[in-house]
């Protein structure tokens, strides 16, 4: 290593910034990584080469003793480069670049992550998710809901230590209590998860007979859930301690049911307002009038909603309040009615002869509006 070019390990020029040295060490190192070549010999060897590399380059001083003089630069402490703080451990270096929590990744076993000094005597409970469907009334209401799913609780017969009553737990013999064994692989040491005691540092002597050794059994739950008013499609409402149960006395996970709010026949939800579509006949668009009209608010049942005369297709009226409570607020949204007119699609003969006195004592037959409509367009392409 000592006459191997830094630059040349890490693959950048000599003008390289900060940034691509970081990044050319990033992709090298879990390249060789020990933990993805295990039994590699060449890939550790490979391994500490780039750590070593990135050591100099990533600081600004040594980097430019490294560019003035090369590897002689650091030869009054040895082959290794130990200017300021002195050479890292290839994994501080390792964990100083990607993070030292790597969790559920190939490097947490690696790096001894599941497991600590002393054992892990207890371990909190898992979250659980619940979907939940409601209708639109429950969402614009609030409801009361009860809930049924199956979820791992404290063992009973054991109390959740997982030994038989009048058993006890004795440190585990494989890791003495560590809930962690090492190994020597080439020039360093690796701390992996006992397989005796899966981390706990202590084994049982007669596992309980109701949940083999665990300390917990599944079983159904029921619980009341107040649905606040409001709601909308994916919120989340959390119940405290109704997870799974934590293990050997540890706290239970809490229980996080998402909320869906199933569509409605008739109104639609735009945030905390109402929309539908409601069918009026012609002649009280024209005459004017009042009609019936439904809602979901508070106060639900119907109201009455006045249609001027003249009142157009696809007229839209808003009706104050009657929408859906604000979650956080409490303040009502509105609801929205549009107006449809409604043209029959049979007619006797009576009621076709006094449309057609209808129209003729508006001028439809001489002037109809469609005429007055190509003028305007007329006018627009001349």
């Known amino acids: 290593m000592a006459n191997q070019d830094y630059y040349d390990v890490l693959g950048v020029g000599r003008d390289a910034s900060p940034d691509e040295v970081k990044k050319a060490y990033r992709k090298k190192a879990v390249q060789y990584h020990p933990d993805k070549n295990r039994g590699d010999a060449e890939a550790e060897a490979r391994f500490k080469e780039l750590a070593e590399a990135y050591e100099v380059l990533k600081d600004p001083e040594k980097r430019a003793a490294y560019d003035r003089y090369g590897h002689a630069a650091f030869q009054g402490a040895g082959s290794a480069p130990r200017g300021g703080g ?29 497991g600590g000094a002393g054992g892990q005597t207890s371990r909190q409970g898992s979250d659980l998710r619940y979907d939940l469907e409601i209708s639109l009334i429950e969402a614009v209401k609030g409801v009361e809901k009860e809930i049924s799913y199956r979820s791992l609780m404290s063992c009973e017969h054991c109390d959740g230590s997982g030994a038989e009553p009048g058993s006890s737990r004795t440190r585990c013999g494989t890791c003495g209590g560590m809930g962690q064994v090492t190994s020597s692989r080439g020039f360093f040491s690796i701390r992996q998860t006992c397989p005796a005691c899966h981390g706990a540092g202590e084994v049982v002597e007669n596992p309980c007979r109701s949940c083999d050794g665990s300390g917990r059994v599944e079983t159904n739950r029921s619980i009341k859930l107040k649905i606040p008013a409001g709601i909308d499609t994916g919120y989340k409402l959390r119940s405290a301690g109704n997870g799974e149960a934590g293990i050997r006395g540890a706290p239970p996970g809490d229980l996080y049911v998402v909320i869906h709010v199933k569509e409605h026949d008739i109104f639609e939800r735009r945030g905390d307002d109402l929309y539908c579509e409601i069918p009026i006949k012609f002649t009280l668009a024209a005459l004017g009038g009042s009609i019936e009209v439904p809602t979901l608010s508070r106060e639900s049942g119907r109201v009455s909603l006045k249609i001027p005369a003249g009142t157009k297709d696809g007229t839209v009226f808003r009706l104050r309040d009657r929408g859906l409570p604000n979650v956080h607020t409490g303040r009502s949204g509105d609801q929205l009615v549009r107006v449809f007119i409604e043209v029959p699609k049979k007619l006797n003969a009576e009621q076709k002869r006094k449309l057609e006195e209808f129209a003729v004592a508006c001028g439809d037959a001489d002037h109809p509006m469609e005429d007055s409509f190509w003028e305007k367009a007329k006018r627009i392409f001349d």
């Open 86 to 114: 002195g050479f890292h451990d290839p994994f501080d270096v390792f964990r100083e670049v990607f993070g030292a929590g790597s969790g559920g990744s190939i490097f947490e076993e690696f790096f001894g992550g599941g």
